[in-house]
């Protein structure tokens, strides 16, 4: 799967952002996709992933509550819209796929990478 992520920015504490990210490639309609960012010198996090189905959702620990995953499968594209947004939240944020049709909640489980977007949040 081809991930092309896009939407980061510069943005205040307590603002919005709304990342998308449009799949390609013949498992793209079955593939979990998701959202995973890495700040400066920290290890990647993940973020957020649904299923092919959109039916199974899940959230990092540090956005449940704030952000919102979701994806349009007649456009093969998963979005993430971040509210509340804290400096915290700044990084680095890949969209990514797994091959699989079970549920994804780990950065490990995903197989396929984009090309990342900056988040920058200021306070």
């Known amino acids: 799967v081809q991930l092309q992520a896009s939407g980061g920015g510069l943005v205040q504490a307590g603002d919005s952002l709304r990342l998308s990210c449009a799949a390609s490639?013949?498992?793209?309609?079955?593939?979990?996709l998701g959202w995973v960012r890495q700040a400066p010198g920290k290890e990647r996090e993940f973020v957020a992933a649904?299923?092919?189905?959109?039916?199974?959702?899940y959230y990092g620990g540090s956005v449940k509550g704030r952000f919102t995953i979701s994806r349009d499968n007649a456009k093969n594209t998963v979005y993430l819209l971040m509210n509340m947004l804290k400096p915290e939240d700044t990084g680095v944020y890949f969209c990514?796929?797994?091959?699989?049709?079970?549920?994804?909640?780990?950065?490990?489980?995903?197989?396929?990478w984009g090309q990342g977007t900056q988040v920058t949040v200021s306070s």
């Open positions: 990514a796929a797994a091959a699989t049709t079970a549920p994804v909640d780990s950065v490990s489980e995903f197989d396929d």
């Open positions: 649904v299923d092919w189905s959109g039916n199974h959702i």
């Open positions: 490639g013949r498992r793209a309609s079955t593939s979990a």
